[in-house]
T-cell receptor, first 114, second 113 residues
Framework: AQSVTQLGSHVSVSEGALVLLRCNYSSSVPPYLFWYVQYPNQGLQLLLKYTTGATLVKGINGFEAEFKKSETSFHLTKPSAHMSDAAEYFCAVSDSGGNNRLAFGKGNQVVVIP | GAGVSQTPSNKVTEKGKYVELRCDPISGHTALYWYRQSLGQGPEFLIYFQGTGAADDSGLPNDRFFAVRPEGSVSTLKIQRTERGDSAVYLC???????????FGPGTRLTVL
């Protein structure tokens, strides 16, 4: 079974500073990895995903993430935080072997300080 | 185009009652998923449909929970004899193919008093 660990439920970042959200996964088969963002009173929206190929993936709103198999990680970054980045972010994993279910981490609530 | 829609957006019920939650997936999406999100937690998988059949229902917590998708489009999650611990946001998602993106609806917030 797959699982995801996201440490630090609340993350504060200054406007203009680097955003770094850590995600480590566990999977017995090659994983598919996702980052979703959830704004207040809205549904989950995909930021980016890794399935195969290039390990550095770029998503919407200037976010990117790098799949590192040796570290079982898929950390999310954005060079310069904007006030509109305040939201909850979830890392998720599914396996490439046939099971479609997503296993989510507990999420990171990002607060952007002006 | 229209996204995934869920009705009702909020449902308040009393312990022991029966509830139905509805999901309308994106048109043409063959795969449909239900998740449950408790306060302060990430979504947890409940059940996955491919077409009309439940391909994986291993996430349903017990036999009070049941879901159907009779025509391969709209799905209904049914909860019998609701308990206070069932209070959560129930999320529905759909996708067109693996490993395609799962598109989520806004959720139904269920409160069991």
């Amino acid at each position: 079974a797959q699982s995801v660990t996201q440490l630090g439920s609340h993350v504060s970042v200054s406007e203009g500073a680097l955003v770094l959200l850590r995600c480590n996964y566990s999977s017995s088969v090659p994983p598919y990895l996702f980052w979703y963002v959830q704004y207040p009173n809205q549904g989950l929206q995909l930021l980016l995903k890794y399935t195969t190929g290039a390990t550095l993936v770029k998503g919407i709103n200037g976010f990117e993430a790098e799949f590192k198999k040796s570290e079982t990680s898929f950390h999310l970054t954005k060079p310069s935080a904007h006030m509109s980045d305040a939201a909850e972010y979830f890392c998720a994993v599914s396996d490439s072997g046939g099971n479609n279910r997503l296993a989510f981490g507990k999420g990171n609530q990002v607060v952007v300080i002006p | 185009g229209a996204g995934v829609s869920q009705t009702p957006s909020n449902k308040v019920t009393e312990k022991g009652k029966y509830v139905e939650l509805r999901c309308d997936p994106i048109s043409g999406h063959t795969a449909l998923y239900w998740y449950r999100q408790s306060l302060g937690q990430g979504p947890e998988f409940l059940i996955y449909f491919q077409g009309t059949g439940a391909a994986d229902d291993s996430g349903l917590p017990n036999d009070r929970f049941f879901a159907v998708r009779p025509e391969g489009s709209v799905s209904t999650l049914k909860i019998q004899r609701t308990e206070r611990g069932d209070s959560a946001v129930y999320l529905c998602a759909s996708s067109s193919a693996r490993p395609d993106t799962q598109y989520f609806g806004p959720g139904t917030r269920l409160t069991v008093l």
